[in-house]
């Protein structure tokens, strides 16, 4: 499985499958080269900022809010 085990044991702890690791690697992906295309960059902006705060409420609600027990080690 690609990834590294920290982010494949996160996903699977917040328990909403691997299929959307996936699908936020692409969006990242794909908005990180639109950034780079003038013609695509004022889409490409708001797209990676929705996903970046969708990363920064889920670590700071779920991961870090306790809702979920990260194993340590």
Avoid: K, Y
């Avoid at 969708?54 to 979920?68: H, P, Q, R, W, Y």
Wanted: charged fraction near 15%; charge should be negative.
């Amino acid at each position: 499985m690609l990834g590294s085990e920290q982010s494949v044991e996160l996903f699977a702890d917040i328990d909403v499958g691997q299929w959307l690791r996936h699908v936020t690697g692409i969006l990242e992906i794909a908005a990180g080269i639109g950034l780079l295309i003038p013609r695509l960059s004022g889409v490409a902006a708001p797209g990676l900022f929705g996903v970046m705060s969708g990363a920064l409420i889920t670590e700071a609600f779920i991961v870090d809010g306790s809702l979920v027990a990260r194993s340590s080690g």
